[in-house]
């Protein structure tokens, strides 16, 4: 799809729509909104949309920071903490290992 | 557009590649095998588990990769683990190196990545090895800690029954340990040690590089405990994984006479004697004087009590009981017990037509059990050794039955030339039973029993568990084409088996004059050593293989049988050979045709063909069954690991083992190698690109060739 040819109320319903369905877990929809509007929202010349566009791309980028950053924590505190855990651990995984505690 | 001389310059250069490969990929050598050699005939250390440790070797995900070296003593492992200037070493050591010491500097220094041990035809083989723990599967016993018995203690305290005994195959070790036997792989090793590692005999320094290296690889897939393997491989379904397995086997039972109806209270003798017994490496496991030496007492008894069959009235019944597992917390006699006492042994019970008797410890009137029995002085006499529990012997009825049962083996024991003794401790007390099958009968219910054997007080074995207790330990001459001229084993095992059997028969008879002595048979015991202790492909192996020797015709080769437990579906061909000879003689030979015979199976009524015996093969009916060593721990749901009531071993999962052996150039030579390999590759690339770009410069361009 090329946004560039939409007209602006348009671009202001996807960007809205990639907004909301980001709230479903769904963090990689805030990404896509954040980076693929941020020039709309910020770097064309002004239209009486952009407002809420910045809004959303705002939100939407933080919003995939925090994911990210709570992933990654995740990620880093379970395969340290894998073997403590024990059998809960073992059964978050699906492929455990072979030969490490 | 590229041009026409770039073009046949590329074409020529992609035909030269295809050339190579060619010749390289038809008839080449790979160029792993030019660098590598494999070390063939390799024994690896392999991990086990039990409710609470994991024991045994691993090496890493893609094997440990070290320096070889070889030290002459200890002075020269201490010198590689503190001074050595290299950053990982492979240690190569002789059996006479092969001492926990080693073991334990190895383990606690940083740069020891693997051990191999070198055992040639012609090494010194030590004096002592042991890989056991001083007091066997304590824990497990009768006299355990938690037990409020006197003897509590006793071991080590007063007695160490295998004071020589290092532990080693409880030790877990996070590097490699491989055994190698074949000569030619330990020359190969010895002449690349010789050539390019070595200054002299006399240094404890190396060479300077390239030098000789060796990469072991072992790598064990479970980890930490049986409870945490056993959990990753219930639990992973994507991916089945093999982390682990129980240690498991069948225990063999057989009965002079088939068991029907209601048993009588002390109607059944009992005979027993362990099956198994293990090393610290995988595939060798001869148990020669552990476990070999009474398995085949008991056969050879087997046999002659089924030679007597119709020639009394028998007062009580025989049971043949073969446990394995033993080395393993008394796996074996265990489950057994725990059986008996549900009531689910010898089977559980099913439908009424399909049923043999219940037997449980009210039933066994006494139990003799038939321990390590191979160290003997030669043709003299043979001495033999008898022990009761001091626990149970206090209550006079059976005090009583065991004087009794000691009477009459020293009776009968005359007759063979055979001394039986029952030997005291050093403060001139009776000693408790060592460790023994027996003993988790008692931890069940008090009975009259013994325990005989070739030690008074602490093992006459040197090599208890060790790879080392084979034909040799046992000073077994016969040899494998079967002249037995010098050998004296046969005819000392046949002295212990003849007295026993006259013991019992007389014991069991209901005349007891009228019983006469019972002569176990000379030649059978010989065939027997030579098939267990040398050659499992022996004729009466062969014989008695049934349907096995088609379907593991791997088996059958010239080297000692195998006294390892191992896992469900792992080596239980020797157990089925060992039902199978027990079968034979105790059982009667029916009518039958193969398909025949292998039908109509219940429960109650055993039947196997065995189709090298006789014209056309023969059918035997017998009372032999296996009894699966489940241990309790597997089958009880929710069982507590840590509670260590029941064995929990289990044998972890790997893919390969296998030990290569390669020249290894200074670690700058190979960072130098690898950066001018990116460079050139790189270089390659610009080189390239820049020629592109510049193509219609650096190339005279032809004319295009005209239409024809």
Redesign the interface.
């Known amino acids: 799809m090329d946004i560039s040819r939409m007209s602006n109320t348009k671009k202001l319903s996807l960007c809205r729509i990639y907004f909301f369905a980001g709230f479903a877990c769904l963090p990689f929809m805030w990404a896509v909104n954040a980076i693929w509007f941020l020039r709309e929202a910020f770097f064309k010349p002004p239209y009486p949309e952009q407002k809420q566009m910045k809004r959303y791309v705002v939100i939407s980028g933080i919003g995939s920071l925090l994911w990210l950053v709570a992933v990654i924590a995740w990620c880093v505190v379970f395969s340290l903490k894998r073997?403590e855990w024990?059998?809960v651990a073992?059964?978050l995984?699906?492929?455990?290992p072979?030969?490490?505690? | 557009m590229i041009s026409r001389p770039a073009y046949i310059l590329a074409k020529m250069g992609a035909f030269v590649l295809m050339m190579t490969l060619f010749v390289t990929g038809g008839f080449g050598t790979r160029v792993s095998d030019k660098i590598y050699e494999d070390i063939q005939g390799n024994m690896a250390c392999f991990k086990r588990f039990n409710g609470t440790h994991e024991v045994g070797c691993t090496s890493d995900y893609f094997g440990n990769v070290g320096v070889l070296y070889i030290p002459k003593d200890v002075s020269d492992v201490h010198w590689a683990v503190t001074s050595g200037p290299h950053d990982s070493y492979i240690l190569a050591v002789e059996p006479e190196l092969f001492t926990r010491q080693v073991l334990m500097i190895a383990k606690n220094s940083s740069n020891v990545r693997g051990i191999i041990v070198l055992h040639s035809e012609d090494a010194n083989i030590p004096k002592e090895e042991s890989p056991a723990d001083t007091c066997p599967s304590h824990e497990y016993g009768l006299y355990n800690h938690s037990s409020s018995s006197k003897y509590a203690n006793y071991c080590p305290s007063t007695e160490a029954w295998n004071a020589i005994g290092n532990s080693l195959l409880f030790e877990s070790f996070n590097f490699p340990v491989f055994l190698i036997m074949e000569n030619q792989s330990i020359t190969s090793i010895k002449n690349c040690y010789e050539e390019f590692s070595m200054i002299d005999s006399n240094s404890k320094q190396l060479q300077d590089w390239p030098l000789c290296a060796l990469q072991l690889h072992s790598n064990m897939f479970g980890t930490t405990n049986t409870e945490v393997c056993l959990r990753r491989k219930n639990n992973n379904v994507l991916q089945p994984v093999n982390y682990c397995d129980p240690i498991h086997d069948y225990n063999i039972v057989a009965s002079l006479l088939p068991m029907e109806g209601d048993l009588q209270d002390s109607s059944v003798i009992v005979v027993a004697a362990r099956a198994d017994a293990a090393s610290m490496f995988d595939n060798i496991s001869p148990g020669a004087d552990a476990a070999v030496t009474g398995l085949i007492t008991l056969l050879a008894v087997a046999e002659a009590l089924g030679r007597q069959q119709g020639t009394a009235t028998m007062r009580k019944n025989v049971m043949f009981v073969l446990f394995e597992g033993e080395t393993w917390d008394y796996l074996g006699s265990t489950t057994m017990t725990y059986d008996m006492s549900n009531g689910n042994f010898p089977f559980t019970p099913r439908d009424e037509t399909d049923q043999v008797s219940q037997f449980n410890f009210t039933h066994i009137d006494f139990f003799l059990e038939l321990s390590q029995l191979g160290i003997h002085k030669g043709a003299e006499e043979t001495l033999l050794y008898l022990y009761n529990d001091p626990i149970s012997n206090e209550i006079p009825s059976l005090s009583a039955l065991n004087k009794k049962i000691y009477d009459v083996l020293k009776e009968k024991s005359k007759k063979f030339n055979v001394t039986v003794d029952k030997p005291v401790d050093q403060n001139s007390a009776d000693f408790p039973l060592p460790p023994s099958s027996f003993q988790s009968f008692l931890k069940h219910s008090n009975m009259s029993g013994a325990v005989l054997s070739d030690h008074a007080g602490k093992f006459s074995n040197n090599y208890y568990q060790s790879y080392l207790d084979d034909y040799k330990n046992v000073k077994f001459f016969g040899n494998v084409n079967g002249t037995y001229d010098s050998d004296m084993l046969h005819i000392h095992i046949a002295r212990i088996a003849s007295t026993v059997a006259s013991a019992v028969f007389s014991l069991a008879a209901e005349d007891a004059s009228s019983s006469s002595d019972v002569k176990a048979d000379e030649m059978l015991i010989s065939d027997l050593l030579v098939c267990f202790l040398r050659n499992v492909n022996c004729t009466l192996f062969r014989e008695h293989a049934g349907r096995t020797l088609q379907l593991y015709p791997g088996y059958f080769q010239e080297q000692p049988a195998k006294m390892y437990t191992s896992v469900y579906r792992g080596e239980d061909i020797l157990t089925n050979i060992t039902l199978y000879l027990m079968g034979h003689f105790l059982g009667t030979e029916i009518n039958e045709g193969k398909n025949e015979c292998w039908s109509n199976i219940t429960s109650a009524i055993q039947k196997f063909y065995l189709p090298l015996i006789g014209e056309n093969g023969t059918c035997f009916s017998s009372t032999a069954r296996l009894h699966s060593a489940d241990s309790p721990a597997f089958t009880i749901p929710g069982y507590d690991f840590g509670s260590g009531q029941y064995p929990s071993w289990t044998e972890s999962g790997w893919s390969v083992t296998k030990i290569r052996l390669f020249l290894k150039p200074n670690p700058a030579e190979e960072i130098a190698l690898i950066v001018s390999g990116v460079f050139l590759i790189l270089a390659t690339g610009i080189v390239s690109y820049w020629a592109h770009k510049r193509s219609e410069t650096l190339f005279v361009r032809l004319p295009e060739p005209a239409f024809c």
């Open positions: 073997s024990g059998e073992d059964k995984s699906f492929i455990i072979k030969g490490v505690p």
